[in-house]
């Protein structure tokens, strides 16, 4: 518990003095081993070291608190600011429809967070349209229109196999139909495909979505930063969206990708039923990082 | 690491940072580099250049020693029973050796070798199954695969494209039938036509939820029960993107379930799949196979040197 292991680092400070760079160093250890266990990028992980030690030095120790718990509150307020705004909304269009493409590695919930999606934006008054744009994915099409009916949405399948070209009748039509938002669920791909992120290039061409989010697995490991990076270099991410965090992955994925490509974290999945999607709240992620 | 004029702390925080880089994690890679020093003091080595040759010799080895463990069943505590079995069941368990190329000799062990595939949702479990029974059609095996999976929105669908492509039969049932029973009809199939091999497709679920951890052991009883010795083997599909949390899935499925591998699922990405080296070294699970693809022949099987290099390019 790194309360406990900063109880140990600082039980030489009695509440007098300032925290010495010697002490905060040995705390600072502490901190690395607990963001790189929560899965921060290493790279990550050294820089924000770097800017909360020279922080901590010469803290005045207060008499309130042990010193140990006055090093964590300030590694958790600098995560919380790192991590970003808070509740950061879906932007919608100022003229509709609004375009939501979602788009990220194999298996990380693109799918069924289409249907998450739907499903909160319905209640806020949206008519939300799920455009089927995984055209390669064995079952794909059977697999979105089971989830779009638990919202229920509406589901525009398209006629081929060409991902682009759906995309942008979708869209088309959506006018037409009074559809004032599209959610674009898109086939899982490496970062490292040209072919694949050059295809997402060209959909982002003909349907200039009002939001490109990037959706990744909450227990991704170091590998989080290349993937954003690759992401958002290629086709320019909006923002974020986290899966699968009801589970006991401390999710340091979220500082790597918020460091890395400075877009907000907007929700996080917790679960695989069509609400469960919560709004990303800094605090929590925070804490849930620090362990 | 090239410039290295001598073998000094700040050596080994690069190599360090090598393996955290890769998912081998902070309490694995202290470990592991603990052993390379000790092996520096006491053979003496002094070039720089050999450190990262002993780092990966350590590697390979920790990786290997997971396989061997598995296939000497002698090296299980007498009397230690899986926590899933149940009395009566699986005597034979234990004597089955977990190599390919006892796939074909599995005259042994009378009956289908019965594989069933776990994990967390969303790791490649329902595609593995299509490349492994692939695999061993073209090795000469009757193969069947089962629909296990009866939650998630059409993931029979996606097995019976996979099965279609393996050229095998898909035992399955309807949405929202009991896993367990759907697995007991596919190995009494399997059986009656004379298969060699069942596959067992399961849903995705997160390890922390027990009642789930529970239905799977459940399976296995029934399995048992059926055949006994069945199901030889239980391989946990990891994605290579995963970070430290692999090791708590892997921690936890193999201690509701006695895994018997790992296939590490998306090793065609820039991730490194490193948590295997942890989950050998502290758990002695090997990994079995390495998913590179989301085609049909994507698959190969694991080989630690090749792996343990790729580490370090
Ligand atoms: N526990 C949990 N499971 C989730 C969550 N989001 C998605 N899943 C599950 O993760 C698995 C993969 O979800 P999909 O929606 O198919 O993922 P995808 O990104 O569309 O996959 P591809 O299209 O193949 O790239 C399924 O089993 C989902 O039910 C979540 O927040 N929590
Ligand atoms: N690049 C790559 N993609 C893979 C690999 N294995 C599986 N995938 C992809 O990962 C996604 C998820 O694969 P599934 O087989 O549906 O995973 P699953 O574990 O059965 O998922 P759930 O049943 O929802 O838990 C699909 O888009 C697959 O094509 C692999 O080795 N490499
Ligand atoms: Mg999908
Ligand atoms: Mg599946």
Redesign the interface.
């Known amino acids: 518990d790194l309360t406990e292991k900063l109880g140990d680092v600082f039980r030489r400070l009695r509440g007098y003095g300032r925290l010495s760079e010697k002490d905060v160093r040995a705390a600072m250890r502490e901190i690395r081993?607990a963001l790189?266990?929560?899965?921060v990028?290493?790279r990550v992980v050294k820089d924000f070291i770097d800017s909360v030690q020279s922080e901590a030095v010469g803290e005045r120790v207060t008499k309130s608190v042990s010193p140990g718990y006055q090093v964590i509150k300030i590694v958790h307020d600098e995560l919380v600011s790192l991590l970003g705004g808070e509740g950061e909304r879906i932007g919608f269009a100022a003229s509709p429809p609004t375009v939501i493409m979602l788009v990220g590695?194999?298996?990380?919930?693109k799918t069924t967070l289409a249907a998450k999606l739907a499903h909160r934006l319905k209640k806020a008054g949206k008519r939300p349209l799920l455009v089927a744009c995984d055209t390669?994915?064995?079952?794909a099409r059977?697999?979105l229109?089971?989830?779009a009916d638990q919202v229920p949405a509406p589901v525009f399948f398209g006629d081929g196999t060409d991902a682009v070209e759906v995309a942008a009748s979708a869209v088309k039509g959506a006018r037409e139909q009074g559809r004032d938002l599209l959610i674009l669920d898109t086939g899982g791909r490496?970062?490292?495909d040209d072919e694949l992120m050059d295809e997402l290039a060209r959909m982002k061409d003909a349907v200039h979505p009002t939001e490109i989010c990037l959706v990744a697995?909450g227990?991704?490991?170091?590998?989080?930063v290349?993937?954003a990076k690759e992401f958002d270099d290629r086709l320019g991410i909006d923002g974020v969206i986290l899966t699968?965090l009801?589970?006991?992955?401390?999710g340091?994925?979220a500082l790597s990708i918020r460091a890395v490509t400075g877009r907000p974290i907007k929700f996080v999945g917790v679960g695989?039923k069509v609400g469960d999607l919560e709004e990303f709240i800094p605090e929590r992620m925070a804490s849930r990082i620090l362990g | 690491l090239r410039g290295r004029a001598r073998i000094d702390d700040d050596l080994f925080e690069e190599l360090g940072?090598i393996l955290?880089?890769?998912?081998v994690?902070?309490?694995a890679s202290e470990r592991i580099l603990d052993r390379v020093k000790s092996r520096v003091r006491s053979n003496g080595v002094d070039d720089p250049g050999e450190i990262p040759r002993l780092l990966q010799e350590e590697i390979e080895e920790i990786l290997e020693a997971a396989s061997r463990r598995l296939t000497a069943p002698e090296k299980r505590p007498p009397g230690e029973r899986p926590r899933w079995e149940r009395p009566e069941a699986g005597e034979g368990a234990d004597e089955v050796p977990v190599t390919e190329a006892s796939m074909a000799a599995k005259e042994g062990t009378g009956g289908p070798r019965v594989m069933m595939v776990v994990g967390?949702?969303?790791?490649?479990k329902t595609t593995t199954i299509g490349k492994l029974a692939k695999r061993y059609v073209d090795e000469g095996q009757r193969v069947l695969v089962a629909a296990c999976d009866t939650y998630?929105?059409?993931a029979a669908?996606?097995l019976?494209?996979?099965a279609d492509r393996a050229g095998v039969e898909m035992v399955g049932s309807h949405s929202g039938a009991d896993p367990a029973s759907v697995a007991y009809d596919a190995l009494s199939s399997t059986v009656a036509r004379g298969g060699d091999v069942l596959l067992i497709d399961t849903a995705g679920r997160?390890?922390?939820r027990t009642p789930l951890m529970e239905e799977l052991r459940k399976m296995k009883r029934v399995l048992a029960r059926l055949h006994p010795g069945a199901p030889h083997d239980t391989l946990l599909v990891l994605?290579a993107?995963?970070?430290?949390?692999?090791l708590?899935q892997c921690r936890l499925f193999h201690e509701a379930l006695d895994l018997t591998g790992i296939v590490l699922a998306?090793l065609?990405?820039?991730?490194?799949g490193g948590?295997v080296i942890a989950a050998a070294e502290e758990l002695g699970i090997p990994v079995r196979y390495v998913g590179t693809g989301?085609t049909i022949a994507d698959i190969a099987e694991f080989d630690p040197r090749s792996f343990a290099a790729a580490l370090f390019s």
């Open positions: 081993i790189l266990e929560a899965d990028n290493y590695l194999q298996g990380c919930g390669r994915r064995p079952a059977e697999q229109a089971i989830v490496l970062h490292i697995d227990m991704t490991g170091q590998d989080a290349q993937v699968k009801d589970g006991d992955a401390r340091g994925a695989e | 940072e955290i880089s890769a998912d994690g902070v309490a967390v949702n969303g790791t490649g998630r929105a059409a669908e996606q019976q494209i996979w997160l390890h922390t994605d993107t995963t970070g430290q949390n692999g708590s998306k065609d990405g820039t991730a490194r948590i989301e």
